[in-house]
């Protein structure tokens, strides 16, 4: 499962929904909850996070959040198209083989850290 977290742009969530992948939006049932929270959910579905905050980075790595899988999404102004193929494989790899990971993306590069 996809959850998406507040900050995303639906741009994304409409994206994978037209792609026919189940999904859970932290905005649309449960907006303002804290990343911890988020973490809990995400672990709860067995899913992948996918989020635009530096935060959960932070929680992860410096706080030993551990049996979560987060998609960190980095990039200046809306650059959909440059990101969007990249975007679909990395989240089509992942529901092939659902391991514990970070994966970021940005304008020119992915970058997968198995946890």
Known sequence: MIVFDENVEEYWIQLIDKKGY???????????????????????????????DKDFGELLFSHGIEKVSVLFMRYDQPQYSQIENVFLKCIEDYLKNPELCFITISKNKVRN???
């Open 22 to 52: 189940d999904y859970f939006s932290i905005r649309k049932h449960c907006c303002g909850i804290s990343d911890r929270e988020v973490i809990d959910i995400v672990r709860s579905k067995k899913g992948l996070l996918i989020t635009e």
């Open 113 to 115: 850290r198995k946890m």
